[in-house]
């Protein structure tokens, strides 16, 4: 979606209503009718809880080339390294929540990617290095440690599945490096996707003021727990439009759960099916009353869903009793539920609803993955090729559907890359034969047919190429 920014900044949220005959616990929602009650004061709750948001620096050295041919081998050969090539610091600044005494901080992934140094500002000024306990990508979140040897203010997760839209909200951060900040607002939707190009859609969507800055904060209900780690926002001028984006604290619960158990990954329940959205056209075709769900339309054979009876052209409505908006929000709940679970799959077909079970369990490594790099005089000469599985194909974020040999990884300079390689190709055949293993793509690679015809498949499109 254009438009969508992340940032990082330190979130915190929290709401104190407090006064005579006042109720505005999350589970007690009345809407202000008095003078008195329009001016009660979120500075009782803010005093309570921001000292366990943290401002988060990071640095990382970056080489910057002097030359726009500088390591390249072919350039080099002939002309050397006329100049070496210089490197510079880049900073970053965000925020993130203290969750735990122990000095566990949990912030956005895209604060801290890449950084050699990291640390943390805790609100009484002091700095502190860290280590990472737990990084993911996709889901944008961090697990980083203090080294305090003290216990330090945390702020309670809360449950983000009781928020409703419409609930009060703040957030905490440090908006464009001027200081810890707080703003005030509301949720303003939900299972909101689509949001940033990672594989995650399943955000809380909020109007307080977010801004550059404000990544790895806390979003807080009126109870003062965490309930979401502020995001993105949606701005074309790099300012807070009042969209803003937070992932769940639900989610969050599940990823520091596998950092505490000691994790150097973090793993997510493998179906063994693809999804697409329904549309209102769909929704007509299978009698749906709602456009909504997970439409069934691919399941592996063998696999989770397989086993539990999953078929192509089902709508998956519901997990274990709670709707399923969009198949972005079928995969957040399997996260949520966690690995080794039962869940009930509410699933439509043909007009009737019945009920499935299955088992969440990671994803399989079906075949050795063999990865081997090929050398030589041929057109492969600098790429790894591995075999894909399921678990493979999870870690390199490709649909866990997809078999073959895939290029894991292509060296710099090497003739391979130079003709276009790039990890990720699956390499579908060489001069007519069906490459079915990396062994195979080794033997095939050692011969010398003169010419090379090769098929590989790249985001889906089959491309077909001839080397000489």
């Known amino acids: 979606m254009q438009g969508i920014v992340r940032y990082a900044a330190t979130t915190l949220l929290a709401l104190s209503l407090a006064g005579p005959g006042v109720a505005f616990a999350q589970d007690a929602k009345t809407v202000p009718q008095t003078q008195l009650e329009m001016q009660t004061s979120f500075a009782p709750l803010v005093k309570q809880t921001h000292g366990a948001v943290v401002n988060v620096y990071a640095e990382r050295i970056v080489q910057r080339r002097a030359s726009p041919f500088a390591g390249d081998p072919f350039f080099e050969q002939f002309f050397g390294q006329q100049m070496p090539n210089r490197t510079e610091k880049q900073s970053s600044l965000g925020s993130g929540v203290i969750v735990e005494e122990n000095g566990t901080v949990v912030t956005n992934n895209h604060v801290i990617e890449g950084a050699d140094d990291i640390k943390v500002a805790l609100a009484d000024g002091r700095e502190f290095p860290v280590k990472v306990v737990l990084k993911d990508e996709r889901l944008d979140l961090a697990v980083l440690r203090i080294d305090a040897h003290e216990k330090l203010p945390t702020l309670p997760i809360g449950n983000s599945d009781a928020i409703e839209v419409g609930d009060l909200v703040l957030a905490i951060g440090n908006p464009f490096g001027v200081g810890q900040t707080v703003t005030s607002g509301i949720v303003s939707a939900l299972a909101r996707n689509q949001v940033t190009e990672g594989d995650f859609g399943f955000f809380i969507q909020t109007d307080a003021a977010i801004n550059p800055g404000n990544s790895g904060g806390a979003l807080m209900n ?3 727990e965490l309930i979401g780690i502020n995001s993105a926002i949606f701005s074309k001028g790099g300012g807070s439009n009042g969209v803003g984006f937070a992932i769940p604290a639900n989610l969050v619960k599940v990823f520091l759960g596998a950092a505490d158990r000691g994790a150097t990954s973090f793993e997510r329940p493998y179906v063994g099916a693809s999804f697409d959205p329904v549309t209102s056209d769909v929704a007509e075709a299978l009698g749906l009353d709602k456009v909504r769900g997970a439409l069934v339309v691919r ?27 969009h198949p972005d929000a079928l995969g957040y709940r399997l996260t949520t539920a966690g690995l080794g679970k039962v869940v009930k799959l509410t699933v439509r077909e043909n007009g009737a609803e ?51 040999v895939v290029i894991t990884d292509v060296v710099q300079g090497s003739p391979a890359a130079r003709l276009g390689f790039a990890p990720h190709d699956i390499i579908i055949s060489v001069n007519g034969v069906a490459v079915s293993s990396s062994a195979d793509m080794a033997k095939i690679a050692a011969g010398d047919p003169g010419f090379w015809r090769v098929e590989i498949e790249r985001d889906g499109q089959r491309i077909r190429q001839v080397f000489r």
């Open 222 to 224: 009126m109870k003062g």
């Open 299 to 325: 399941v592996v054979d063998g696999g989770p869903a397989a086993k539990a009876g999953l078929k192509a052209g089902q709508v998956v409505t519901a997990v274990d009793g709670v709707p399923v908006e």
């Open 354 to 404: 019945k009920q499935i079970s299955i088992t969440l369990a990671g994803a399989p490594e079906t075949t050795p993955r063999d990865e081997r790099l090929i050398e030589g005089r041929n057109p492969f000469a600098g790429v790894k090729v591995a075999n894909l599985s399921p678990k493979l194909a999870y870690e390199l974020q490709m649909p866990s559907e997809v078999m073959g």
